[in-house]
């Protein structure tokens, strides 16, 4: 119950990490048996309309509710304590953030069990997510499960901008911000602005299928092509929002573990600022073999390719904070280090697919595959599991072994350049994606192979940092405040974990690495900037919990509202919105309640603080 | 501008050597990196240039990854604390040029191929033109100037330009010969496409739809055979040629009539909007684009044993298509043998 009220973001941090981890399990369970089915040619393992719904669920499942709800984990986690503050703007709205994305994502997922999982990409192009082509609930279990996923995303960034912005510790100007934090403040922006256009594009295509609109039909004036410049508009900027959080991770971690502080640390943030700003203009280079013309192929070519630059900063940027400093390979570090030539092997390949006249030929194929497996994998699920093992005892108070986290990491890596690499060469020797088979005596036999063994030892290395948790788990939480001694941000200042108001007293920031410019002169700790006094805590509620619930019963109304069901009561209580109406009274009912019964909260006095402090 | 086309130049031999290296890689019928046509071989030029330039990139920075990584090892007993350096300008504007000409160099020679890619031939009076329609799942090919309509085997005259409008009856597709051309979509009506190509050399080429499409995506694939003028101009005038082959058998030909000609159309009869022409069946490469006619090679198949696999179950072969099954329509075993033997000895010159 505890847990299901909470509104303190450390708990709702913990929480994300757990759901996540779950999708993040399903959607790894997804990619093996996609790896199995394609072992060898004419493979009969999975039928053809089960491989295509599990290529599409894999995609949506990694991409919307596993590594995003983990970089939200570890933003709830740190983004208050590295900024001195003592939880996020709107407490309230974050638990929302999160049972949202939640029961988005669980009803996303009830498609396997009730009739049908969505089976046209994780693109969802028109017009095979159509209702003419694609006949079962699947996709709309894609569009509103999304839909209600993507209001929790919507609601995080929003939340994080304006605790960025509002809530930063005395003398923590923008430029003193620590790189993470600034990841997360140009990741929430473009949140902001590229949700909107993934929430408008899904209730398009909810109101084609449920309500016969027209938007992507072409027998009745809508443009199927219009549906892939709304999806990527809001697509390409998504990888940014995926990999952005990954380089502040890696901004955090490397100096750390090299005793340096950040090479070059404002061209960072220019470089972020920058990434993020172009990433809203290349999204056509996903339609380059649509037919835009040569205009538009030769501005998204050019466009496109500058994004290496400020990506380029940032790779020399690290390389050089590690020079000349003492280099130490713990876990964090060492996938940081696993990170960078990985991530640098992810970007080069999408430099050359930026070249259109190339990318006809590598558009579609497993070039592709690898490329954008190199990106999101290869940078940003080895940033989280940086971030991750760097974190961990600040989240849980308990060290991860260092001996496991080694084992995940070089079983993990090997696994994946395995998986991958060869898959370049599958795409160029002519092989397409998204086949749920292939004929033999087309030389893509051992590749083939060789991937789906590469698949099975990255998936030994998730176990193992499985393993790794639940024996942490039952070792006793006696993690330091500062338990890799050379921690630079302020959340290496608190205990770990850290007390339900962070911070007894607000710090005062004096530099760039706060903790680390008080270490250097020779303090211990922060230097207050205030007197100490009660403490404003926000409480528990489970409204949050009620309004997604309300949500997700009313989008199962509405998608199951056309229906014919065997009991005349079932028929009779979805084809006339019962159902629908009943979820949103929930969730409007709770929002009154809101509004009406008016909670200041509590207060933590100054005594208890000093009982705390003694306990 | 001259610096980045020394720069360029300089790129050359590498470019030369990683093209040796690369040409090893998969079947010349099939594989982007053995070219067979002017059009991916522009395509392939770009990519050995960007390939070259990236490998450099990734050599650039796993050496000083692993020089750092090796020299700045914190030793056991190293306990000074390291300067703390904030950046340097020189470095970083350094890096920020450095990637700038490189792109430069590449995006120069991308944009003058994507004008030439834009040049589809559709007003050339030399050209054959092509209408490519795409089908769940099987390839319709048009020639429009001779009025003939074909499925699964697209044949061309070598050396020609092939100009095709590509167009899909249902979903989305993409129209790929990987060794001949990049792909292109194939759109709904009001966003038909146009490009082109030629090969060259006479041969088979494998296409492969590219654009998930449904169950059996995978299996929507077609074969290109370029051939010479004079076979070209003989093949398209025994398609022209006025046609009433059909079963000897009167029965089987009545049977044939009623239960295959209503989505099926031969001889001069229109092409249908929901099936594959059958004229000249028996000479293609393959029966549904993936059994192949080749019964040298150990994964083909005489075409009769092809086609009985494919009349006896087309579910089984291609999950999805919306060909019926047969059996379904009250053909029975015999029929189906003599329909295949009929269609597999139905040959043009």
């Given at each position: 119950m505890d847990w299901i009220t909470t509104v303190d973001h450390k708990k709702i941090a913990i929480l994300y990490l757990w759901a996540g981890g779950l999708f993040f399990g399903i959607g790894g369970l997804e990619a093996i048996l996609i790896r199995i089915q394609l072992i060898k040619p004419m493979n009969t393992f999975l039928d053809a309309q089960t491989f295509n719904e599990l290529i599409t669920m894999h995609g949506t499942t990694m991409i919307f509710l596993g590594v995003m709800p983990v970089i939200f984990a570890l933003m709830n986690a740190v983004i208050p304590l590295q900024i001195g503050?003592?939880?996020?703007?709107f407490p309230f709205l974050n638990s929302l953030g999160f049972w949202t994305f939640l029961f988005g994502g669980l009803l996303l997922n009830l498609s396997w069990v009730m009739g049908g999982a969505p089976d046209a990409g994780w693109t969802a192009y028109t017009p095979l997510s159509g209702k003419g082509y694609s006949a079962s609930h699947g996709v709309d279990f894609y569009t509103i499960g999304l839909q209600i996923a993507g209001l929790g995303t919507l609601i995080g960034g929003i939340n994080f901008l304006a605790t960025i912005i509002t809530m930063r510790a005395p003398g923590m100007s923008f430029m003193r911000m620590p790189m993470f934090a600034w990841a997360t403040f140009i990741t929430s922006a473009i949140i902001l602005f590229a949700f909107p256009a993934v929430t408008v594009g899904l209730v398009l295509l909810t109101f084609d299928r449920i309500l016969d609109a027209n938007f992507f039909d072409v027998d009745g004036g809508?443009?199927?092509v219009l549906w892939q410049h709304i999806f990527w508009i809001f697509g390409h900027p998504e990888v940014y929002i995926l990999i952005l959080p990954a380089f502040g991770i890696i901004s955090e971690v490397i100096p750390t573990f090299s005793r340096?502080?950040?090479?070059?640390y404002s061209s960072m943030v220019f470089a972020t600022i920058l990434i993020a700003f172009l990433g809203f203009m290349v999204w056509a280079h996903h339609m380059f073999t649509t037919g835009l013309g040569p205009v538009a192929n030769a501005l998204f070519s050019v466009s496109t390719m500058l994004i290496a630059v400020p990506t380029g900063i940032k790779i020399f940027n690290w390389l050089f904070t590690m020079w000349g400093g003492q280099v130490r390979f713990t876990t964090p570090n060492l996938f940081a280090a696993g990170f960078i030539p990985t991530f640098t092997m992810g970007g080069v390949t999408g430099v050359m697919l930026a070249s259109a006249p190339a990318d006809f030929q590598f558009h579609d194929t497993y070039f592709v595959v690898a490329h954008f497996h190199y990106v999101i994998v290869g940078g940003l699920v080895l940033g989280l599991f940086a971030g991750l093992h760097y974190w961990w005892p600040k989240m849980f108070g308990r060290m991860l072994s260092e001996t496991l986290g080694k084992w995940t990491f070089w079983t993990f890596i090997i696994g994946f350049h395995l998986t991958f690499f060869v898959q370049h060469f599958l795409g160029l020797m002519g092989m397409q994606r998204r086949v749920f088979t292939y004929l033999p005596n087309q030389q893509f036999d051992t590749l083939n192979l060789v991937s789906t063994v590469g698949a099975f030892l990255m998936g030994v290395g998730m176990i193992i940092f499985l393993i790794n948790v639940f024996l942490t788990s039952r070792r006793p939480a006696d993690a330091p405040e500062d338990p890799w001694e050379d921690g630079r941000t302020l959340e290496w200042t608190i205990p770990s974990p850290p007390p339900e108001y962070n911070f007894k007293q607000t710090p005062l920031v004096r530099g760039l690495d706060a903790f680390w410019k008080e270490k250097m002169a020779g303090h211990k700790a922060m230097t207050p900037a205030e007197p100490i006094g009660p403490i404003h805590m926000p409480s528990a509620t489970i409204l949050p919990f009620l309004m997604s619930v309300g949500i997700f019963i009313a989008g199962l109304g509405f998608m199951f509202s056309r229906d014919e069901f065997s009991s005349s009561i079932m028929s009779f209580l979805f084809n006339n919105y019962i159902v629908t109406a009943l979820g949103l009274l929930i969730t409007f009912g709770s929002m009154l309640m809101r509004s009406l019964f008016d909670d200041h909260g509590w207060h933590i006095e100054p005594e208890e603080l000093e009982e705390g402090e003694q306990r | 501008m001259m610096k980045t086309w020394q720069a360029g130049k300089r790129l050359l031999p590498m470019t030369a050597a990683l093209g040796l290296l690369l040409a090893g890689c998969g079947r010349e019928d099939l594989s982007v990196l053995r070219p067979q046509g002017p059009v991916a071989e522009s395509s392939y030029g770009l990519m050995k240039l960007s390939i070259t330039i990236m490998i450099v990139v990734l050599l650039i920075v796993f050496s000083i990854a692993a020089y750092v990584w090796i020299r700045f090892r914190r030793k056991k007993d190293q306990d000074e604390i390291p300067k703390q350096v904030e950046g340097s300008f020189k470095l970083e504007v350094l890096w920020t040029v450095i990637p700038l000409i490189l792109v430069i160099v590449l995006a120069i020679p991308t944009v003058k191929v994507v004008f030439a890619a834009g040049n589809d031939h559709s007003d050339d009076k030399d050209a054959i033109k092509v209408k490519v329609t795409g089908h769940q799942y099987w390839w319709e090919f048009e020639y429009t100037d001779y009025g003939i309509t074909t499925a699964q085997d697209l044949i061309i005259p070598t050396g020609k330009h092939i100009a095709f409008e590509l167009s899909t009856k249902d979903v989305l597709h993409s129209f790929w010969v990987p060794s001949l051309a990049g792909k292109m979509d194939t759109n709904p009506d009001g966003t038909v496409n146009r490009f082109s190509f030629s090969a060259p050399n006479e041969g088979v080429y494998r296409g492969k739809c590219a654009e998930l499409c449904g169950p059996s995506h995978g299996f929507m694939e077609f074969k290109v055979k370029s051939v010479s003028g004079e076979a070209f101009d003989k093949w398209v005038a025994s398609m022209k040629a006025?046609?009433?082959?059909?079963?000897?058998?009167p029965v089987l030909a009545e049977k044939f009539k009623s239960q295959c000609l209503t989505c099926h159309a031969i001889g001069s009869m229109p092409a249908s909007p929901v099936a594959p022409s059958l004229t000249g069946i028996g000479s293609r490469e393959s029966v549904a684009g993936i059994l192949l006619n080749d019964d040298t090679r150990e994964d083909g198949a005489p075409i009769l044993e092809n086609l009985k696999t494919w009349l006896n179950d087309p579910q089984s072969v291609?999950?999805?298509?919306?060909?019926?099954n047969p059996k379904d329509m009250g053909l029975s075993d015999e029929e189906i043998d003599g329909i295949a033997e009929y269609l597999a000895g139905y040959t043009l010159e």
């Open positions: 503050a003592r939880d996020v703007a809508g443009n199927p340096k502080r950040l090479f070059g | 006025p046609e009433s082959v059909m079963p000897e058998d291609k999950p999805g298509n919306k060909m019926p």
